[in-house]
């Protein structure tokens, strides 16, 4: 299994960023995949999840109407849209496969979203 994570970076509150996960040794329509963000200090928080197949979607509800979560299955790619964002949506984001907070070896290697003027 493995997760890479890209598109991460600085914006402005208001701005917008499309995180992308790439997945190897196996096809995330086939499993439920999330993404993840650990913020400076704080303990991990599910951000988003997507259940394999039809594909479900479920939002914490502090990114609720601003995030969200879609895949192309022909490139095996999860994706996170985020609008609006605010300085507190800064953090380290992470895609994992499974739900909830999987293990940390279900996890990628993260990307850096920060938010500030």
């Known amino acids: 299994v493995q997760l890479v994570e890209s598109g991460g970076g600085m914006v402005q509150p208001g701005g917008s960023l499309r995180l992308s996960c790439a997945a190897s040794?196996?096809?995330?329509?086939?499993?439920?995949m999330v993404w993840v963000r650990q913020a400076p200090g704080k303990g991990p928080e599910w951000v988003a999840g997507?259940?394999?197949?039809?594909?479900?979607?479920y939002y914490a509800e502090s990114v609720k109407g601003r995030f969200t979560i879609s895949r192309d299955n022909a490139k095996s790619t999860l994706y996170l849209q985020m609008l609006s964002l605010k300085p507190e949506d800064t953090a380290l984001y992470y895609c994992?496969?499974?739900?909830?907070?999987?293990?940390?070896?279900?996890w990628g290697q993260g990307t850096q979203v920060t938010v500030s003027s």
């Open positions: 994992a496969r499974g739900w909830g907070l999987p293990p940390r070896s279900y």
């Open positions: 040794g196996f096809t995330v329509s086939s499993h439920s």
């Open positions: 997507m259940n394999p197949g039809a594909g479900a979607v």
